[in-house]
């Protein structure tokens, strides 16, 4: 079974890091801080300029549900030709019908205009009506990868749903565990399971090296500081790494 330790990043230095800390494969986003959002073209070619692994790009018009409208779909489908013709390794999108059901007509519209590179189902799995029947759905589309934390916030509480999933896909699609990983994770959840694809972000907050602060005065949602920036972790990236070397071979 192929073994990945995908990053979700949404800056180069959080990229860098990963790709120092042994991550095999990137999702690179944009504002990862309300669950990632699609990323700017040129933050993506600045990525690709520092790291030499595979970058899978998220593709998601704003945050929320997964149930788009026409121009947010037509976004959708713009940022899929570009990003594929940026060179992307794969794309991570997902679209939901009104009743909860992966929207297969959409799906197979992004996946032509992916061009050929991979495609990761994302999130929008968790909060379907039927995992099982997305996860055939999926098969069908050509996806070749599932992002899932057996739809539970965290992947520990799905990790009875991921086994079966885990099981029913047989690697194909991969099934590509995600929410809360971390090296204890990956030792806990790998025997569980069978996945020997875990997904993490290892961010850390850090402080700003602003001087001047002036208080009160949000840019952004309400109760984040505006001095604190999210960054990846190499440390827990290695650790994590190791642990699924641990459990997988290295």
């Known amino acids: 079974m192929k073994k990945v330790l995908e990053v979700c990043v949404d800056s180069a230095e959080s990229a860098v890091r990963a790709a120092a800390g042994g991550a095999t494969r990137l999702e690179l986003c944009a504002n990862l801080v309300i669950g990632g959002t699609s990323p700017d073209e040129d933050l993506f070619r600045m990525v690709r300029e520092r790291v030499d692994i595979p970058v899978r790009v998220l593709l998601r018009p704003r945050c929320g549900d997964f149930l788009y409208t026409d121009d947010e779909f037509e976004l959708l489908r713009r940022q899929v030709r570009r ?16 009743d909860g059901m992966l929207d297969e007509p959409r799906m197979a519209e992004l996946i032509a205009l992916a061009g050929g590179c991979g495609v990761t189902l994302h999130r929008a799995f968790d ?108 440390a827990a990236v290695r650790a994590a790494r190791q642990s699924l070397d641990a459990c997988c071979g290295a």
């Open 127 to 234: 909060v379907c009506r039927d995992p099982f029947a997305a996860l055939e759905a999926a098969r069908r589309l050509g996806v070749d990868t599932i992002l899932t934390a057996g739809q539970q916030a965290s992947c520990v509480d799905g990790a009875d749903l991921l086994r079966e999933l885990v099981a029913q896909s047989g690697g194909a699609p991969q099934i590509l565990v995600g929410a809360g990983v971390n090296a204890a994770v990956i030792r806990a959840l790998q025997p569980l399971t069978g996945a020997c694809a875990f997904h993490l972000s290892a961010k850390r907050v850090e402080d700003s090296g602003m001087q001047f602060r002036r208080e009160g005065v949000p840019m952004g949602l309400p109760g984040l500081s505006e001095f604190a920036v999210w960054r990846c972790d190499e």
């Open 83 to 98: 990003f594929a013709a940026l060179g992307a390794d794969g794309v991570v999108i997902g679209v939901l019908r009104p």
